[in-house]
């Protein structure tokens, strides 16, 4: 089929004829019908999240956890009403868990009855306590620049070596470095440090809470060197670094998330229609929780938002759009098969199908 | 290209391709109740109504519209939407 169309990749007006894709034709393409088989078995995953602890070892600026009411709520350290929350949990369609904050690593106890029930998760950590290796969920430990940088915005010393020495080697453990306004450069002798030890390391970009006045959020500017750093970690470190080129277009756009993928969390989609605004949910510590309230990042300014976990359920969620020709297709996939090398066990990524960036569907590529 | 629209030809067809694409077992197109709720009663998300979307997209040549996944809850209705379009599409022409 070809049709008259009013607009290219770069959504700008154009009178030239494109080709319009059929999904079987792109699905022809060599090596792309094999990644869509692979990702494609994990359409399963249904993920919401828990608040473990809300105690903290350290306070960084930033932190969104200690942004609006989450953090008051009292935490309920009673196993029997955790194991019964998990039960309560699958027996609604819940397939995945998220672990998260404060500092997960400070109720080991409680992750452990998480993972017993479900065997399919994650924990997001500081990583300087261990999380005991029976828990075989996926490790996110965050990382906000080099040692002097977390011992100022971080208040912990020598933070880098010590999340090493508790995840060298680990299967289960990715390094998320966030990309705040003032950190960019860092990432270089970060990720070297990273790839000297082996680690696997993936990319998320600061994403201001509500209200925020510090000057960790990014610009214009600084996006755009955000973008070239993740572009030239990727080339210089393929088997360290989980990310492609598509990821890093999706999460340094001068729009953030929401506008460029219309987000589907129920703090910003009201309604209760198939999809992730119907199923998913975030626990407070009291295991109460708020559908007004409800994504993975809470009280994060949603005009700012980047955040690597809430792309890793937006972006994917948008499989239909990205459909429509081969290029954005195999970026998409990309996108796909990164997020499920960060999240999943025992997924391996492969190679990326594209080593260009695509824009996003109906955007231009900035 | 099928050119019969006639909705029961269209309820089997999409009832075929969710069989196949969602690896339904022990159903057959003959046996897929057109009204039973595709969510609530087969667990399928929107992912694999993405899926199902993009193969009738090819098959039937119309455009399926992302804001009407939630009008899409049972074989019945996507019949129904398909039959629509088919016939907005017909009208398109003979203009
Ligand atoms: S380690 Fe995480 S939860 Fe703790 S203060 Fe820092 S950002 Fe917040
Ligand atoms: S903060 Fe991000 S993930 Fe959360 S509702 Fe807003 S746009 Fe969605």
């Known amino acids: ?366 | 290209m099928p050119m019969k629209t006639n909705i029961e030809e269209i309820i089997l067809h999409v009832a075929r391709v969710m069989i196949d694409e969602l690896k339904l077992e022990d159903i057959t197109p003959e046996g897929f109740d057109p009204d039973i709720d595709l969510v609530d009663e087969i667990g399928i998300d929107s992912m694999d109504l993405a899926t199902v979307a993009l193969v009738l997209r090819d098959h039937y040549a119309i455009r399926i519209e992302e804001d009407d996944y939630p009008k899409l809850t049972n074989v019945r209705l996507i019949a129904e939407y398909i039959e629509q379009k088919l016939s907005e599409k017909s009208v398109a022409a003979a203009n």
């Open chain 1, 1 to 366: 089929m070809m049709s008259r169309i009013s607009g290219n990749q770069t959504g700008k007006e154009t009178n030239s004829f494109r080709k319009e894709w059929k999904f079987s034709e792109i699905l022809a393409e060599r090596g792309v019908r094999e990644r869509w088989e692979k990702v494609r078995k994990y359409f399963f995953l249904r993920e919401s999240t828990y608040d473990m602890s809300n105690r903290c070892n350290i306070r960084c600026e930033g932190c969104y956890y200690y942004e609006g009411d989450k953090q008051f709520a009292a935490e309920n350290k009673n196993p029997d009403s955790w194991r019964r929350l998990m039960q309560a949990e699958k027996a609604r369609g819940i397939t995945y868990v998220v672990l998260a904050g404060a500092e997960p690593s400070l109720a080991p106890d409680l992750c452990r009855i998480c993972f017993k029930e479900f065997p399919l998760g994650s924990i997001a950590t500081n990583g300087l306590k261990a999380i005991p290796a029976d828990i075989n969920f996926k490790i996110h430990i965050s990382v906000w620049g080099n040692d002097d940088t977390s011992a100022r915005v971080r208040s912990a010393k020598n933070m880098l070596i010590r999340q090493i020495e508790n995840y060298r080697g680990d299967p289960r453990a990715v390094f998320v470095y966030t990309f705040t306004s003032n950190n960019i450069d860092q990432v270089h002798e970060v990720a070297a440090i990273l790839a000297e030890h082996g680690c696997k390391l993936t990319f998320n970009v600061f994403s201001a809470p509500v209200g925020y006045r510090g000057d960790l959020r990014h610009t214009p500017e600084t996006l755009g060197e955000t973008r070239k750093a993740m572009m030239d970690l990727l080339t210089a470190y393929p088997g360290n670094v989980l990310f492609s080129p598509y990821n890093a277009v999706a999460h340094t756009h001068r729009k953030g998330l929401h506008d460029l993928y219309g987000c589907s969390y129920p703090r910003r989609n009201a309604s209760t229609d198939i999809g992730l605004g119907r199923s998913f949910r975030q626990y407070r510590t009291d295991l109460n929780w708020d559908r007004a309230a409800a994504c993975c990042v809470p009280d994060t300014d949603c005009d700012d938002c980047r955040h690597y976990a809430a792309g890793s359920a937006v972006v994917t969620a948008r499989m239909f759009r990205h459909a429509g020709d081969p290029q954005t297709f195999k970026s998409w996939l990309d996108y796909v098969d990164t997020y499920l090398s960060v999240w999943v066990m025992d997924y391996h990524k492969g190679a990326n199908l594209s080593d260009r960036m695509a824009a996003p569907p109906e955007n231009e590529i900035f």
